[in-house]
C-alpha cells in the first residue's frame, strides 16, 4: 500500500482525519529553497468551512507546523515534514454510516484498500 508519490521530489502523506495528525513528508528538497509558512497555510485555508463548496463542514484550526527540513525560511536538504494536529477526533457520529460510502468521500477506495480498518 502507498503513500508516496514522486521520483525526484518524494511526498508522502500519514495519518487520517480522525487520528490525532495529518501531515506529509517532501523529501528531495535540495537546501536554500525558499519555504514560506504563510504560503502553505493560506493553502490549507482554503479548505476551511465556507471557504469554498467543497470544503469540510468539520471546524477545526488546521493550523500547519513545520517540523523538520526548513530552518531561517529555507530548506536545509533535509526531508521537510509538515503537520497539522486534529483536535475534532470524536468518529463516534460516523459508526452508523461506517459501511455506507458517502457521495464525494473516498470511503468506497479506502475500505477497498485498507479492508475497513481505516
Known amino acids: 500500500m502507498e503513500n508516496s508519490l514522486g521520483k525526484m ?3 508522502t502523506s500519514f495519518g487520517e ?3 490525532n495528525c495529518v501531515g506529509v ?3 528531495g528538497c535540495p537546501a536554500g529553497l525558499p519555504i514560506i509558512g ?3 497555510q493560506r ?3 482554503k479548505r476551511r468551512p465556507g471557504a469554498w ?3 469540510t463542514a468539520r471546524v477545526e484550526e488546521d493550523k500547519v507546523e513545520i517540523l523538520s527540513g526548513v530552518f531561517n525560511g529555507r530548506t536545509t536538504g533535509a526531508p521537510v515534514c509538515l503537520l497539522i494536529w486534529n483536535k475534532d477526533i470524536d468518529s463516534s457520529e460516523y459508526e452508523r454510516i461506517r459501511f455506507l460510502p458517502r457521495p464525494g468521500h473516498a470511503d468506497y477506495t479506502a475500505f477497498i484498500k485498507y479492508g475497513g480498518f481505516n
Open 38 to 40: 504563510e504560503d502553505i
Open 17 to 19: 482525519s480522525h487520528g
Open 25 to 27: 513528508i517532501i523529501d
Open 43 to 45: 493553502e490549507v485555508d
Open 9 to 11: 521530489f518524494t511526498i
Open 53 to 55: 463548496v467543497a470544503a
